[in-house]
């Protein structure tokens, strides 16, 4: 890739062209979908019950950036890869109430959840956010829609799950030990993991395996990691 900066990367994945996108989500031009892992709504509310000080308003930023790509992309359906919810906290009245207002400003918009591990102790969100439940793998055209990455499914895998990151170094004098992690795509020849889209998710250090690339996101920009990287 050239210098500079891009919003997406176009790739093909079982014959499909689909965009990664420097905002970690994934969208599918042809059936207008975007395509999210991980956005664990709720997750920081349960960390704030059990008594650790963490940060409000992760669910507020996770809406927003969710409005800013449905202002940046044409899009008739939204598709989350599990983990939807972090845990029951995400019931919270305070939470559900911001989901239900966002939900109110896309009512066209349809959205399927396919269930995680985190979603099956959760609960299945609000009936009132017109919310379409499935298991995994949930398959359309070539792509088969999965929480977790190593499911056996008919079709070429997208998954989560793992929060993918990857630990730039850099290079150069005085800047041993220097380096950066930062959320990443990796994709293989039968499946693709997606980074952990929600605010408030952290992250776990992949390194690529014989026939996978990376993608890093990093400051709304998208780049291929070079294999002797």
Not at 2 to 23: I, K, P, T
Not at 57 to 77: I, K, M, R
């Amino acid at each position: 890739m050239s210098g500079q900066r891009q919003a997406y990367c176009a790739v093909d994945l079982a014959g499909e062209r689909v965009w990664l996108l420097a905002h970690k989500a994934v969208y599918w031009p042809a059936r207008r979908m975007l395509i999210i892992a991980d956005i664990h709504f709720g997750k920081a509310a349960a960390f704030r019950a059990l008594g650790v000080p963490v940060p409000r308003g992760t669910t507020t930023q996770n809406l927003l950036a969710l409005d800013a790509l449905l202002a940046s992309y044409v899009c008739e359906e939204i598709v989350f890869l599990g983990d939807f919810l972090h845990a029951r906290a995400a019931h919270a009245d305070a939470t559900v109430a911001a989901m239900l207002a966002w939900r109110a400003r896309h009512p066209n918009v349809r959205l399927t959840v396919v269930r995680g591990n985190h979603d099956a102790h959760a609960g299945d969100p609000a009936a009132a956010l017109g919310i379409r439940m499935v298991d995994e793998p949930h398959q359309v055209g070539n792509l088969s829609f999965c929480h977790h990455p190593d499911i056996v499914a008919p079709g070429y895998v997208l998954a989560g799950h793992v929060h993918p990151v990857f630990h730039l170094r850099a290079t150069g004098r005085g800047l041993r030990g220097d380096g950066l992690r930062l959320p990443c795509f990796l994709l293989g020849p039968q499946r693709a993991i997606l980074p952990a889209f929600g605010a408030f998710t952290g992250g776990h250090a992949v390194l690529p395996g014989a026939g996978e690339r990376v993608y890093v996101a990093a400051d709304a920009a998208i780049f291929a990691i070079p294999a002797n990287c």
